[in-house]
């Protein structure tokens, strides 16, 4: 909104924002159905008074013959036919348990021990605004790992680190922490490629290191990658 009103006021459109913030929230507030504002403001919560419980599917319980479920019963499946169907052993038609892709009970963990997150970093959207010098000054791309598993690899904070595996390497320096736990590196999404002459990644870029390949239910495995952390 601040940055709407400053274009606004360059273009010079009037008008486009008379509201203070407090006005804002207080209509915020209204449109939500709450009476009292002041008392809502002090509490910090307001419950929403309702005539009777709350029910889950409660058309569909008290009138099942005008209110289906979205299955070919028309009732909730436990056990889905049209999954069965399919054929497909990584997609059952029963819920129960699947090991996932590059897990640390993976036998490639013995080779690569670290599982990869792929988190969102505060300083970009997915990749965009990852080219603006100084937002990458003011939070460099790094990957992020526990203290115990820096230390046995003689690894110190802001150390410049290999992170690799069968796919690609990249390196970048490296966050210490105690906040992570063992057996986890991250490594934020959305850096832009940038290779050497070797086509080792400079940038950080996670997909250097991640499966290009989507999961049976049709998502990308972005944290289901196992690297190895060394010293560079």
Known sequence: MEIAKALAERMGIEGYDDKTDEEHLRDLATAAGIPDYEAFRKKGIYRLPLSEPYVAFKKEIDDPENHHFPTPSGKIEIYSGQIAKMGNPLIPPIPKYIEPWEGLNDPLAKEYPL???????????NAQFDNIPWLRELMP???????????????????????????????????VTQRLMPGVAILPA?????????????????NVL???????GGSFPYNSALVQIQKA
């Open 210 to 216: 991640t499966k290009d390949e989507h999961s049976p």
């Open 190 to 206: 959305g850096a832009w490629y940038d290779p050497d002459e070797k086509g080792i990644d400079r940038a950080g870029c996670a």
């Open 141 to 175: 791309q790094a990957v992020v790992m526990n203290a115990g598993d820096a230390e046995a690899r003689g690894i110190k904070d802001d150390d410049v680190v290999r992170v690799f595996n069968d796919r690609g390497e990249v390196r970048v320096p490296v966050r």
């Open 115 to 125: 599982q990869l997150i792929t988190n969102h970093q505060k300083r970009r959207a």
